[in-house]
């Protein structure tokens, strides 16, 4: 039936009738697993801080190893692929006249095998046979079952990339010559990282932690099981940020009225991010040994061209928001600033999501350099700069996100107390993390470390000169489950029960007198090889070093 109706009266059926509710109820499973995440996750992270702190100690059959690992886990995996994927299920379904049966049967395959390979990860976590933490660098060892589970979970999502591929494919099948829709561009983008991130992650799992833990070979290659980790954990980190920033460039210009930045800036900036990113991952091994400095340098090089895209969305953001509030009679130098919607959520929790990039990018670069790392390195400077760059900017960003997505798909609306809820929150988030993570940044520079339970060494005069900072990551932490308690609550209100109605899915026009963006920015297979050969240039060499001038293997060990 459907192949009968012409395309293009299908896709301008589907804008105006909304989304179907075949693919609402995907992206709404795909979100309420993500907010339920952050709730436990969040709860995980208040036990943390006030144990830290010295104002919680832990039951024996709970210990703080434990809570960190599950902590780590839900919040830097479940919620952030499960929002991901959900978000651009629904942009897919929005902007290419909704998902193809085939592709919504394989974002369900894909749910299931999360869930069940998160099942797996959790059991053993909560019996403390997998107290490894979510980086799980060998040679500690968890009960295979868990790394069991990590299988299915990289399976799901492998799942989730092939469906938005055969999607897009699909539509330019069906559209030859012309751009895929610029959110759909964005997806892409996202999945190509994901697809090709999982592979080291997943030959580190299946082909080195799973035949050591079960016993067949005795010992681990430390160096390549890290540095296959950290080709994928540095890929996620741009994962999300790519994701924030497709909202910042698409939906944001939309909700304050105004016109998209450059569709072909836009569209380079995606293709820099996907090209260069996998090729930063050193940067996490800037004090590793056994890595030679020329490589070191020139992963420390890309990661900083990375810089480069953040910059052009920086300049290209602001440069959107004051076009606009000219537009709308805002005067001055920085009169302007006065036409800008503060009092909306969807606009307002963006904003500082943006902003918090600014500190935060700049104390990633502070660490990216090699002597200043080795101040900050394993302290809690490191996990404040993570709270600020994924717990502000691209957490913020998807909490402004769910304002409108969650009715969009639940088919309500935002009230305005909704509304006004989110922007209480959104400042509630925007404080307590800035007690909390500016705490961290302090008292990491101080040499307090990280991953480490409540301690004063001995009543040591330096450890105990980092107790006001660790109070006053307690308040933050305080203020910041007030914010997730509130967040949730938004989230299950408009999924359930706010007024029905029509919600728009807001994407911003281009510019009216906008130039027209050349073809060669379709061309996916060749940035692919082009980021295929940046990730040998990077990997090649140093892989070989490891394994041929290999050290002594490691067996496995439970240190918890
Ligand atoms: C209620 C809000 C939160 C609180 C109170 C909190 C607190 C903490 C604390 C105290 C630590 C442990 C520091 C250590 O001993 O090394 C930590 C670690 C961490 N947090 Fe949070 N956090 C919160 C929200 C988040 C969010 C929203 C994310 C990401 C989306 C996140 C991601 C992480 C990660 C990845 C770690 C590192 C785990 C590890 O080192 O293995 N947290 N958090
Ligand atoms: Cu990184």
């Known amino acids: 039936m459907a192949a009968a109706i012409p395309k293009k009266i299908m896709e301008t059926t589907n804008k105006a009738m909304g989304i179907s509710p075949e693919d609402a109820k995907i992206t709404k499973s795909y979100i309420f697993v993500a907010f339920m995440a952050l709730l436990i996750g969040g709860f995980l992270g208040l036990i943390q ?11 024996s059959w709970l210990n703080y190893y434990q809570v960190l690992t599950a902590h780590g886990l839900l919040l830097i995996l479940v919620l952030t692929a499960f929002f991901t994927i959900g978000y651009f299920y629904a942009s897919l379904s929005h902007t290419l006249g909704g998902l193809l049966p085939k592709v919504r049967r394989i974002a369900w ?26 980086t799980f660098y060998p040679p500690m060892a968890a009960h295979p079952v868990f790394y069991l589970g990590l299988v299915f979970i990289v399976l799901g999502v492998w799942a989730c990339c092939i469906g938005s591929f055969i999607q897009v494919a699909n539509w330019r099948k ?76 698409v939906v944001v210009p939309k909700i304050i009225g105004g016109r998209r930045w450059s569709d072909l800036l836009t569209r380079v900036v995606i293709i820099a991010l996907v090209v260069m990113n996998i090729t930063g991952g050193f940067h996490h091994q800037i004090i590793d040994p056994g890595i030679n400095e020329l490589v070191k340098f020139m992963h420390v090089f890309m990661s900083l061209a990375i810089g ?17 509030a000219r537009r709308k009679g805002g005067k001055g130098l920085i009169g302007w600033w006065k036409k800008m919607p503060w009092g909306d959520v969807r606009f307002l929790a ?43 900017t691209v957490v913020m960003t998807f909490f402004g996100i769910s304002y409108w997505l969650v009715p969009y798909i639940s088919k309500r609306v935002l009230t305005p107390q909704i509304n006004k809820l989110g922007v209480i929150q959104t400042w509630i988030w925007t404080v307590g993390m800035i007690f909390m993570a500016g705490a961290m940044h302090w008292v990491g520079l101080l040499g307090s470390p990280r991953r480490t339970s409540y301690t004063t060494y001995g009543d ?25 308690i509130l967040q949730v609550y938004a989230v299950i209100n ?15 026009e281009e510019e009216d007198n906008a130039t027209k963006t050349p073809y060669w920015t379709e061309r996916w297979g060749i940035w692919i090889v082009v980021m295929l050969i940046v990730v040998a240039m990077a990997y090649v060499i140093p892989l070989t070093e490891f394994i041929v001038n290999a050290p002594p293997g490691s067996p496995p060990y439970k240190t918890w």
């Open 494 to 508: 408009m999924m359930f029960f706010a007024p029905k109605g029509e919600t728009e899915f807001p994407i911003a």
């Open 109 to 134: 395959v894909g749910f299931w095998l999360k869930m069940v390979g998160f099942v797996l990860a959790v059991i053993p976590i909560l019996m403390n046979e997998a107290s490894v933490m979510y």
């Open 460 to 484: 040591h005069a330096t450890a105990l000169g980092w107790d006001p900072y660790l109070m006053c990551l307690a308040v933050g932490g305080t203020l910041l489950i007030i914010g997730v």
């Open 308 to 324: 480069f895209p953040s910059l052009m969305t920086a300049f290209a953001l602001f440069a959107v928001f004051e076009r606009t």
């Open 49 to 59: 801080g006030l144990n830290r702190a010295g104002l919680l100690e832990l039951p």
């Open 174 to 249: 069906n559209n030859k010559g012309q751009h895929v829709p610029i959110l759909a561009y964005f997806a892409t983008g996202v999945f190509v990282l994901l697809f090709f991130a999982l592979i080291p992650v997943a030959i580190e799992v299946l082909v080195m932690i799973l035949p050591w833990t079960l016993g067949w070979v005795e010992t681990i290659n430390v160096m390549v099981a890290r540095t296959l980790f950290w080709a994928f954990g540095h890929t996620l980190v741009n994962i999300w940020y790519l994701t924030a920033v497709s909202a910042w460039y």
């Open 350 to 392: 963006p904003f500082i999501a943006m902003v918090a990039f600014i500190p935060a990018g700049a104390g990633g670069i502070a660490q990216s350099t090699n002597q200043l790392d080795q101040v900050v390195h394993n302290t809690m400077w490191i996990v404040g700069h993570f709270h600020l760059t994924l717990g502000m």
